[in-house]
C-alpha cells in the first residue's frame, strides 16, 4: 500500500461537500476526512468566504460525493481569524478506491496532510486487520502488542499493517530500539473478525499531546469453508 503526503489544500475540500454531487462518485470511492492536529481548530476559505468553519481536532468527514473533482486554489485560516495558515493550490481527488486524509503534524511539528489508500482487501475468517499510521510530531517508534514488538521503526508518515487473529491485544508505543519510556498506551485494542481497525498517532512529543484516533473498515471478511468442531468439518453456510 502507498502512502502519499499531498498539501493541506484537500483539508479545505471538507468545505465543499454538496448535496448536488453526483451519486456515482459516492458508490466508487469512500474518502474521509481527520483532522489530527490538537488544539487547531480552523476555517476554511474560498474565495475570500468562510464555506467550512471550526474544524475542529478529532473530527472526520465524508469527502466521497467529491471523488474524482478538482478543487482550485483554496486557504485554511486560523478559526475565526483572516490568518492563513495555509495557501493551498488546485488539488485533484481520487476518483476511486478508499482513503482516509488527515491533517496532522509531520516530523518536525509543522502541519500538513497525509493520504493514505486504506487496504481492502479480504480477511481469512476469525481475523481482524490492525494498521497503526505514524503521523505525530515524534521520531521514529516501536508498536508493542502484548509486551513484543509487532512493528518496528515506523516513521512519519509511514504504516504498518497485520492481520491478527480475533481477540483484544495490549497495544503500547516506544522510541524505536527502546523499551521505555512508553509514549503512548498501554491500551486494548479488540481485534475483530472481518474488520480492519486503522490507529493514527497524533500530536506531539514534545509538547506533551501524544494520542490516538482510530476509524474501522467493517465488512471485508471471508465466510469460513468449515467450522472446527473438534470432529469432523461441519460446512457453514452462513454468508
Known sequence: MRTFVTRIAVLAAAALVVLATPSAAQESARIHLIHG????????VAGGEVVFADFQFGDTQDL???????????TVNAAGT?????????????????????????????????????????????????????????????????????????????????????GTISASVVPAGAADPVVIGPADLGITDGTSLIVYAVGSLDAGSLTV?????????????????????????AG
Open 37 to 44: 492536529i490538537p488544539d487547531t481548530p480552523v476555517d476554511v
Open 213 to 237: 484516533l482510530t476509524e474501522s473498515i467493517d465488512g471485508l471478511g471471508t465466510a469460513p469453508t468449515a467450522v472446527n468442531t473438534g470432529n469432523s468439518p461441519v460446512t457453514d453456510d
Open 64 to 74: 466521497s460525493g467529491l471523488a474524482g473533482q478538482t478543487l482550485p486554489g483554496l
Open 82 to 166: 483572516d490568518t492563513v495558515a495555509i495557501d493551498a493550490g488546485d488539488t485533484a481527488l481520487p476518483a476511486s478506491g478508499n482513503y482516509t486524509i488527515i491533517a496532522h503534524l509531520d516530523a518536525e511539528g509543522t502541519p500538513t496532510l497525509a493520504v493514505f489508500e486504506n487496504d481492502t482487501s479480504a480477511i481469512a475468517a476469525g481475523e481482524g486487520r490492525v494498521t497503526v499510521r505514524h503521523t505525530a510530531a515524534a521520531p521514529a517508534v516501536d508498536v508493542l502488542a502484548n509486551g513484543e514488538a509487532a512493528f518496528t521503526s515506523l516513521s512519519n508518515p509511514n504504516e504498518a499493517s497485520a492481520d491478527l487473529p480475533v
